[in-house]
C-alpha cells in the first residue's frame, strides 16, 4: 500500500488499560476503498480482540478493504462523529458537506469518542486524556451547549474550547459528556425546534423500559436554567479511566447508515449475529423483547446505528449492549419500526412479530407466543409505575398508543 498519510488504529486493551496500536488504515486514492492491516506486533502479540468480530477477523498480512462509507471500514465509521460533531468540526476546519468520513476521523481529537478505539498519526499510540466538565458544573455545560447549537458567542469560553476538542459523540442532537465519580453521563438538553419535551420523553421510557425487566440505559432528568428540560444518559462505554470496546449494529450487519439499503436493517439477522459472536441467547431474548417494546411505544428511530455489542472483560466475550436513545415519536403513532421486524417486513403486527421467533432462539412458535403475551403483560403492568413523570397530555397520548398497541399485539 502507498499512501502519504496513513492513520493508525489505537486500543485500550480490556484487560490491563494500556494502549496498543492495533493496524493502519489508508487510502490510495479519492476513489479507492481504504484499506486496514493489523499491526505485525498485535499479531504477534497474540492478543485476542479483533476490533470488529464480523468484519475485520484477526488474521495477519491481509489488508482488508472497506466496502462502505465510501472507503471507511464499519468500526472505524462508529468512531467518527454524526451530526452534531460534524458540524462542530466543519465550523472549525471549514470542510464542505461532502467531505469523507476519514477527514472527521482524522480531525476528531481522542478524548471523548465512543468506545475504546482512537487514531492519530503516530506508530505508537498518542491518547489525549479524558477531560470532561464534572456533575457540578452540569448548568454551565447545558448553557454552552445550548449557545453552540443556535450559533451564539461562547458563555463559558474554556468551557467552548473543551467541547469544540471533543466533538466524536454521535447523534444529530447538541451532546455534551460531564463526569460523575467514575462515572460518565451524556447530557442533552431540549432544543426550541423540539415539538415535544424530548428530554423527559426519552427519560420515561427508558424507565419505562427498565420498569419492565428490560437492559436500558440509566439516566436522570433535570431541570436547569434556560433549558427547561435536559436529559443525562449514563454512557456504558466508559468507567473511570477506562474505555470499554464496542461496536454497533450497523458495523455488525455490515450495513451502512445513514443512507445504505434497508435489506440488512434486521433484528433477526441481528439476533443471529450476537450467537455467531459468542453472546448468550439470553441476549437474543433481550433484543426480541426491545423490538417489542419499540413497537409498543412508537420509537421509530431504532436504526441499526441505536443498537449495539459491548466486549465484557469479565466474561471474554460479546454483548449486547444496554439500550439507548429510545425515545417514542411524538407526532405520530408508527405503523412499522425502521428495522425488519421479519425478513423483508417492517410492520408492527402479532404476525410479523412472531414470523422469524426461532431466529431469536425460542425453540418453536409456542413457546415465542407465550412469551410474547408475559411481555405485553409485563410492559403494560410498568407504565402506572413511571407515568406519573409525563405531562398530563403525553401521558395520555402514551396511554392510547400502549391499548392501542396491546390490541394488535394480543393474540386473537
Known sequence: MTTSKPLYVYLQRPDTGEWVTVGRY??????????????????????????????????????????????????LRDTCPDAWGRQLL????????????????????????????????????????????????????????????????PVDARLRKLLMSTPSM?????????????????????????????????????????????????????????????????????QDDTRRMVISAASLLSAEYPGGPRAGWSYPLLAQILQRIGAPQRDQIELF?????????GNDDDHPRNHAAIYETEEKRWRLSPAFDVVPNPEMDPKALTMQVSAGRFDITRETILADALLFGFKDRRDAALHLDALLSTIRDAFPTVEADLPVDVRRLLRDRLANSLRELTAA
Open 90 to 153: 466543519q465550523r472549525e476546519f471549514q470542510l464542505p458537506d461532502n467531505a469523507h468520513d476519514s477527514d472527521y476521523l482524522r480531525l476528531a481529537r481522542n478524548g471523548d469518542r465512543w468506545g475504546a478505539l482512537a487514531t492519530g498519526t503516530s506508530r505508537k499510540p498518542s491518547i489525549d486524556a479524558l477531560k470532561s466538565p464534572k456533575l457540578q458544573q452540569l448548568d454551565g455545560l447545558v448553557e454552552e451547549l445550548l449557545a453552540m447549537s443556535e450559533r451564539r458567542p
Open 26 to 75: 489508508a487510502r490510495r486514492g479519492e476513489e479507492e476503498p481504504g484499506m486496514f492491516l493489523y499491526a505485525p506486533s498485535y499479531i504477534d502479540a497474540r492478543l485476542p480482540w479483533s476490533i470488529d468480530p464480523v468484519n475485520l477477523p484477526l488474521i495477519g498480512g491481509i489488508e482488508h478493504p472497506a466496502n462502505r462509507y465510501r472507503g471507511l471500514h464499519d468500526v
Open 289 to 297: 423483547n426491545r423490538m417489542v417494546f419499540n413497537a409498543i411505544v
Open 170 to 238: 454521535g447523534g444529530a442532537r447538541p451532546k455534551g459528556t460531564l463526569r460523575d465519580g467514575k462515572d460518565y453521563w451524556l447530557v442533552k438538553p431540549i432544543l426550541q425546534s423540539d415539538i415535544a419535551d424530548i428530554p423527559r420523553l426519552e427519560h420515561f421510557t427508558l424507565k419505562w423500559g427498565a420498569a419492565s425487566g428490560l437492559n436500558f440505559a440509566r439516566s436522570v432528568h433535570h431541570q436547569v436554567g434556560n433549558a427547561p428540560s435536559v436529559i443525562r444518559v449514563l454512557r456504558f462505554d466508559r
